[in-house]
């Protein structure tokens, strides 16, 4: 079955960096675009960052353009986020998701988060 697994998050003071992993397994990684999202305490999840198939296209939320990377390795079945220059504002739950397509139908996935925390 499909499975995201993040790791990498943690504490880190404002100006750090970190640098997230999801490894994804159960389904043919290459062919799906893959997104990096966020959740702080009493808000919405919210997109962070997002990849297409083969690497080339990114987008990111304003909040974080400048500051923060994604990228994938599909040799390694692994998507990435490192981030830069982190702001408090910036604590949250880090989720990765897949959407895949199958017999017509589309399934989201969520991998089980990782807290990143930003506080001096």
């Known amino acids: 079955q499909v499975q995201l697994v993040e790791s990498g998050g943690g504490l880190v003071q404002p100006g750090g960096s970190l640098r997230l992993s999801c490894a994804a397994s159960g389904f043919t990684f290459s062919n799906y675009a893959m997104r990096w999202y966020r959740q702080a305490p009493g808000k919405e999840r919210e997109l962070v960052a997002a990849?297409?198939?083969?690497?080339?296209?990114?987008n990111y939320a304003d909040s974080v353009k400048g500051r923060f990377t994604i990228s994938r390795d599909n040799a390694k079945n692994t998507v990435y986020l490192q981030m830069n220059s982190l702001k408090p504002e910036d604590t949250a739950v880090y989720y990765c998701y897949v959407l895949t397509f199958s017999d017509g139908r589309t399934y989201s996935y969520w991998g089980q988060g990782t807290q990143v925390t930003v506080s001096s």
């Open positions: 990849i297409t198939r083969a690497g080339g296209t990114t």
